[in-house]
Nanobody, 125 residues
Framework: QVQLVESGGGLVQPGGSLRLSCEAS????????IGWFRQAPGKEREGVAC????????YLAGSVRGRFTMSRDNARNSWYLQMNNLKPEDTAVYYC??????????????????WGQGTQVTVSS
């Protein structure tokens, strides 16, 4: 049974940093595309970052490029989102996601069949 457990959200001032973690069980990262989506109040879910399992290629949304970095640790079956220089518009619930097979881009929410419970990130002074 696939399970994703997130941690690391919180309240941070603009310009600050947070690191989100997602620990997975029930599958191998080598065979899955993994990533992060977010949903701000009143907005649709949007893809933030993704790593294709087979080749490790990374994809980032334009709005976070240069500020966010996604990484994975296959030995720990975990992946991470390092968020630097956070802005108020980054405020959202962040979800880790996973789907078997390759993904060559961020994709859309319905392409991912495994979701974490979500963790709130609030950027405010």
């Amino acid at each position: 049974q696939v399970q994703l457990v997130e941690s690391g959200g919180g309240l941070v001032q603009p310009g600050g940093s947070l690191r989100l973690s997602c620990e997975a069980s029930g599958f191998s990262l080598d065979n899955y595309a993994i990533g992060w989506f977010r949903q701000a109040p009143g907005k649709e879910r949007e893809g933030v970052a993704c790593i294709n399992g087979s080749d490790g290629k990374r994809y980032l949304a334009g709005s976070v490029r240069g500020r966010f970095t996604m990484s994975r640790d296959n030995a720990r079956n975990s992946w991470y989102l390092q968020m630097n220089n956070l802005k108020p518009e980054d405020t959202a619930v962040y979800y880790c996601v996973a789907v078997p097979g390759p993904r060559y881009g961020l994709g859309v929410p319905w392409e991912y069949d495994n979701w974490g419970q979500g963790t709130q990130v609030t950027v405010s002074s």
